[in-house]
């Protein structure tokens, strides 16, 4: 069965979005560095609103999907790059979730702002 989202590095971004709660400007900040290992997975630290740090655990399928796909990136360079090769914007990031809502025939709007307040609690 073939994948909804056909970018590799749109499905991680989607699923980090959705199991993390991050917002669309946390995400596009995200470098290699601020990855940690934690208890045999891992967990981002992440500089939220007003310069807080915020700690998320990340479950082992997710950190070990990261690892796979950061390949040979350095430490500071930005997770999510553009075709550009800079990092992510925030509106490129909600046109990605917009565009793989369309994919899967999803009917209502679906934002960055809604995986974040309908994904699980841990």
């Known amino acids: 069965m073939r994948a ?7 499905r991680l971004l989607l699923r980090l979005l959705y199991s993390t709660g991050l917002r669309p400007s946390e995400l596009c ?3 290699w560095h601020d990855l940690q290992e934690l208890d045999g ?18 479950r082992l399928p997710v950190w070990e999907e990261l690892q796979t796909f950061r390949g040979r990136a350095g430490d500071w360079e930005p997770i999510f790059r553009s075709r550009l090769g800079g990092p992510l914007r925030p509106r490129q990031v909600d046109q990605i979730v917009r565009t793989a809502a369309r994919r899967a025939h999803i009917q209502h709007p679906v934002s960055p702002r809604l995986l974040r307040s309908a994904r699980p609690r841990q």
Not at 41 to 58: E, K, N, S, T
């Open 4 to 10: 909804l989202e056909p970018s590799r590095r749109n």
């Open 29 to 31: 900040a995200l470098c």
């Open 41 to 58: 997975a891992g967990q981002l630290v992440i500089v939220g609103r007003g310069g807080q740090l915020r700690f998320v655990p990340l």
